[in-house]
């Protein structure tokens, strides 16, 4: 792990409309992927706009690589139900941690990202130095599904000793 620029905490805030995959309701986890890591949300029942407030952290050793999110419908007796995915790129964010100095203003926004097709999200994002800390919060429109969005938030962490930004 030579290589590890940092850790990136992301808030799993939560789900928005999501899609119906059991009789009435869905009980939707959320799975990040980077990379070859692999985190897990818990899993919420009978709820398609479910409150996770959970946060998964990925260690970031290359920034090129995408993020996978993907929203699935937990099953007891059969193999779980997908409820669309989403990816999103972190360039942007890493930039705008490599820019951050000690003299800004709290809000103070580094970097806008838009909403484009080529990315997954709902709107413009925003990249801010808040409370000496770099954030973006984001909300993801699900593909590969009829409807649904996930809320979150990206924070940068540093580790003394890492190949700092």
């Not at 905490?9 to 990040?32: E, F, K, Q, W």
């Not at 479910?50 to 690589?65: F, G, K, V």
Request: glycine residues 4%; aromatic residues 6%.
């Amino acid at each position: 792990m030579e290589n590890l620029l940092g850790l990136l905490r992301v808030h799993i805030r939560r789900g928005v409309n999501l899609a119906v995959r059991d009789v009435r309701s869905s009980d939707p986890y959320v799975v990040l992927r980077m990379g070859k890591q692999k985190l897990k949300t818990r899993v919420v029942k009978k709820n398609v706009n479910p409150e996770w407030n959970e946060d998964l952290t990925l260690s970031i050793a290359d920034p090129n690589l995408p993020i996978k999110l993907a929203v699935y419908d937990k099953d007891t007796f059969s193999p779980d139900d997908k409820m669309g995915d989403a990816e999103f790129e972190i360039k942007p964010f890493i930039e705008a941690v490599k820019m951050r100095s000690n003299g800004l203003q709290n809000g103070t926004v580094l970097a806008k990202v838009k909403a484009t097709r080529e990315n997954c999200l709902a709107e413009e994002s925003c990249i801010v130095w808040t409370d000496d800390k770099v954030v973006q919060n984001m909300f993801l429109r699900l593909r590969n599904v009829e409807r649904g969005e996930v809320d979150l938030q990206l924070e940068w962490i540093d580790i003394p000793g890492s190949k700092a930004l």
